[in-house]
């Protein structure tokens, strides 16, 4: 991942340069950039992760949406130049409201404005860091024997690790995880385990797993963030570390497994920093739901929607996930991770979790 | 009349008034929320009947006032013609009385037993008498009375009777004491003097209620209206026991007269017919027709053709009164939109005439996501109970309203959208789904002419709302070639640091049409219309623009404007200004004449058939294509 490049101002000031110069030889200005939907995912063979394929999307300022668009992202482009200059950093909420100002150049909601800095990372190529944009949310936090320095406010590079120099609420990752930000010191731990949800990793930690087994427990907090997702790979790469992910069973959880080994199809454009193809899935299944008789909820309309749209996605399409999504389907009932606590609260650190990471690789690859 | 007496099956007799006591439910009075409307919807209707019937303007006062926590007095005045003081025991202490009850008339009232029923319960509630003031057209005074009702012989009882100077030259005042609960929303008093209103916009009402507020509905139309007329029974209407009560009373010698002369559509030569048909002695004396002969006779109609009964026993609102009826009431909501009432042609169901009117109000402050309210009448007067039941909502339900732009689910139902329904079904024999006539019963045929109406009025609403979208598409456009690519030419200089360069090439792209877009705004009561008209094309264009405002007139200035020689990115400004209220305004409809319509967005082609006196519109002079 690119620190920030200087050519960011000079590549989006040529984007505009390319609307001026429709308008100047009397052409109608138009955006073209991958379409950025299921249908256009591919597998990218050098990484192992899905990216965008070739459809594109065409915005023309024909058509009063497609001129709307021209013009925030314009307007965005404008902003992004001037935070560049005065070296500042904006929250993406804060630039939807700054968008205010925009005269007909302002969002509708934030999501349409989240969704214009991602196109503009896809059009440029650049990074929302480059655009000095981040996220509120921050990354989720780490437990584990992990040594990382991170740059703090005054730009020094503080070290801590991550089991004895933080509290139980473990290390928090910041939004920007990059080289010149945080720097992975050395490790010494056999594997990561992502974890979906809060109540799990307390669980673990206070169930001392991290120790027992010689891991790195990181939470996700539901989908995970950029960040942590990022954080995930340089672990993986750097520090060959094996990841497991351990998340509800569910169809939403499917996607959060998804986000983390194979892309998410918002983050396409940079799925080659993001993803972890290697990554395992040890995930309350359907045959867990059934073998450990674990209490259930049935399945929503929306569960069954997702799990229908899941068939469809090119990311799910092995034997693995099929009969995992046909099986949950047919059994109409979906579990949470902490429903194993059925059988007592160390049944998940002493039988669960021992038996699926010493067990075949579910997915077979 | 007087000594009609109901027959139980044990063959024990009771007079009506002790049935009533024992099933006040039949007459609607069967809860204490609605009671207090019976009463004030049973003098009201009588009151409405007699002022129509003398072609009097309404005047109507109604309080209700507290007593005691369950106790209020209920008091309608009117100034109808006054009542003989000789009828007033009739008419308000004896059960089934009525000059209505066998004259074959739309009316309000139907079976001469409403008023008496109220003031009947509120005696068996709070044991008081109820007070009448009465002064006839043509009286000296008023005549008090304080009255109740003798239940075992089903008489009024007088209590008091005296003469009184009264200010008003005629009218009639009831007031009856009786328990109950005051209640406001949907099925409220205040709900039925308000759907009153709309139907009465001769009406000036004045309603005090129980915190001493005051609501006044104001007369909008300074006109009686049309009264009913009577006509003599249509033969295919009527039960076999009416029949043989009208041999009875009739007056005829014979069956020839008596069916010649008590029924409309039957001539002497169609009497013989039916005669032969039913195998009656034509010299029969028709008290002596039995039971038999009667079916006889029903039977034998059918085998002669009689002709269908004719309309003007029917009295419809008629198009002014929904109109201004329903701006007088439901203008506080700002609609977009009245469609023109729709009124349907008289249809009979089992020999009985009827029809439908269908007003429709849509847009405005009433909201989107909610079913359509719907206002149902029958003769005149607001149904506010047992909706689910009625004919009316059976028929709305069958419309399919998705293909009218609203919302339906499966396409049947209630729909939802911002819209009230306004359906008025009138006939002599309305018929009702039980004694308290809260609800039509849903009659095939009445059922189909509703549908048949409401079906003409969606039609209105989807042409507002296509008109509307297209101004709509029209506005878009013009924001697109107007704002949205000057400001993208503009940042994108901005961005670059580069000259601004002209744009006009790529707007012609875009558009490529003269554009005509009206804004507006309150004037000097009215409002002021700026029409500006630009020319994204890349030629010079001449062409006329005739002005129609949907409501309201434009002010001291013809309606045609003329556009000569406009260049290319160039435009010209109209203005103009209409009398009508800016809230209500929904944009002026723009013809034009001397350019292709495909250069032209905003604007139709002059109809042919346009009305040249209107417009003051010369003859074509020139095509500038």
Redesign the interface.
Known sequence: MSSEVPDTGKKLVELARSVYNSLKTGEVPELIMPSRNRDNIVLDPMYSVWRYGESKVTRSAKYVDGAEYILKSLYMIEFILEMIKGSKTSTLREMYYISEGWKNGKFGTQDESDIMAEDLEVITSLMREDFRLRPEENGASVIGNLTIEEKNRKGEFKRINCKDDVGEGGYNIPYNVDQEKLKIVSSDADFVLAIETGGMFDRLVENGFDERFRSILVHLKGQPARSTRRLLKRLNEEQHLPIYVFTDGDPWSFRIFASVAYGAIKTAHISQHLAVPTAQFIGITASDIMNYDLPTDVLTDKDQQALQAELKDPRFLNDFWKSEIEAMLKMNKKAEQQALAKYGLDFVTDKYLPDKLSGPNDLGE | MANRHYTISEGKEISISEFFEKNRHILGFDSPQKALYMIVKEALDNSLDACEEHQILPEIRVAVKRMEQDEFEVTVEDNGPGIDRKEVPRVFGQLLYGSRFHSFKQSRGQQGIGITAAVLYGQITTGKEAFIRTRKVGEEVAYDFKLSINIKENRANIIEEKPAIWEEQHGTIISVLAKGKYQVGKQSIFEYLKETATVNPNMSLRFEDPEGKIFQFKRVVERPSEPARAIKPYPLGLEPGEVISMAHESGASTAVGFLSGDFSRISKYSAEEICKFAGIDPDKKPSEITLAEVKNIRSSLDKIKILPPSADCLSPLGEEFIRKGLRNIYDELHPAFYSKPVMRSVSTYNGNPFSVEVGLVYGGDLPNDEPVRVVRYANKVPLLYQPGACATTKALSEVDWRSYGLDQRNGEGVPFGPMILFIHVFGIRVPYTSESKEAIAPVAEITEEIKAALKSAARTVKGFLNKREKRKKIS??F??VS???P???E??????G?ET?P?E??LS??ANVVFLNESFEPSDGGILVRLIVHNYTSMPRSFDIIADPPIGDIVDQKNEFNVRDLMPALSVTFEFRIAVEASRYPGTDYYFRGIDPVYINGAEPLPADWNIAKTDVEEVTEDVQ
């Open positions: 878009e456009k924001r697109l704002t949205l690519i400001e993208i030419s940042k994108s200089s901005s961005i670059t580069l360069v744009i090439s790529v792209k875009v």
